[in-house]
């Protein structure tokens, strides 16, 4: 199973760093390897969405459903693909200067042995490459002029 955990400091307002998270239907527009995002159903703070991962000749559909708990937290839970099982977690925690600490968690682990094999000699780089594209478009939207230290 892989695990990544990472936290930073970020100049942005918890609810500006939940709301670039939560708005998955953008991924492909800044997401490295995020080829499409498609959300089929709805139910409140709760989505279910499909996720269509690339990278040179791979393809991959991921489903999942995302719950959201508005400006604090988004959990990630994996109904099916090629995955044996997938959490991922983001915190938002609003600091006294008006920055956030985003605290990011994922553990997998794929079904097939190819797949563990090539993603786990990569898999630290891919997730803090995939973080630091959400911090990279943070910073697009809402300004980077007062970037504060990266935990």
Not at 12 to 36: I, N, R, T
Not at 107 to 113: A, D, G, L, T
Not at 116 to 143: Q, S, T, W
């Amino acid at each position: 199973m892989h695990t990544h955990s990472e936290k930073r400091v970020l100049p942005h307002s918890a609810e500006q760093m939940f709301d670039l998270v939560a708005d998955v239907e953008k991924y492909p527009e800044f997401l490295p390897w995020c080829a499409g995002l498609r959300i089929f159903k709805r139910e409140g703070d709760v989505f279910f969405a499909d996720l269509m991962i690339g990278y040179k000749v791979i393809r991959e559909k991921f489903t999942s459903k995302v719950a959201l708990t508005p400006t604090s937290r988004i959990d990630v839970e994996y109904l099916s693909g090629p995955l044996k099982h997938l959490h991922n977690r983001w915190d938002f925690h609003a600091n006294d200067d008006g920055s956030c600490t985003v605290d990011f968690f994922i553990e997998f682990e794929f079904r097939s042995k190819f797949f563990e094999k090539l993603i786990g000699r990569v898999f630290d780089e891919i997730v803090h490459r995939m973080v630091g594209a959400f911090v990279d478009r943070a910073d697009a939207l809402y300004g980077s002029e007062q970037r504060l230290h990266r935990l």
